[in-house]
């Protein structure tokens, strides 16, 4: 099977209502094995008045954004009162089925830093009906990265 390259207009935030991901996040300090990275989910909503909750799999909630014009995405995850800080998953949009970025994060007693990687596989829709296949997807860009970087020693 062939896989097209194509283009896509800019994704705005009804392209992310509603949908569910898979989070794959690698902190700083972890080692760099497979077994380091804390994989979960987060569901993306919208409620009735406007607002862009995110709901992960810990149980944990937060807020989602996207800057349009710079196609710049952010997910946050608060903690109880705020008390043990603030972490945000954020990057730009560069596929409709995958993110990547990294994790920042800060709290009452330690300054905003960065504190890791992620990379997200986007799964569908939260109601079950409209699930992503592996086939849709296709190869991840960072896996697509490799390759070519393989193509080009040879």
Not at 51 to 74: H, L, M, R, Y
Request: aromatic share 12%; glycine share 12%; charged share 30%.
């Amino acid at each position: 099977m062939e896989w097209v390259e194509e283009e896509f207009e800019l994704l705005t935030e009804r392209d992310f209502y509603n949908t569910e991901w898979k989070i794959g996040t690698l902190m700083d300090g972890a080692p760099r094995s497979p077994t380091s990275i804390d994989t979960t989910w987060v569901r993306l909503m919208t409620t009735e008045d406007g607002t862009n909750k995110a709901v992960w799999g810990d149980g944990s909630k937060g807020k989602w954004t996207i800057d349009v014009p710079s196609q710049f995405f952010s997910i946050s995850k608060e903690t109880f009162g705020g008390w043990l800080g603030k972490r945000i998953w954020a990057g730009t949009i560069e596929d409709f089925y995958y993110l990547e970025g990294t994790v920042r994060g800060w709290s009452p007693i330690s300054p905003a830093s960065v504190d890791g990687q992620w990379q997200a596989i986007r799964l569908g829709s939260m109601d079950g009906g409209d699930r992503v296949t592996a086939e849709e997807r296709g190869v991840a860009p960072w896996f697509m990265e490799e390759e070519e970087e393989q193509k080009e020693k040879e």
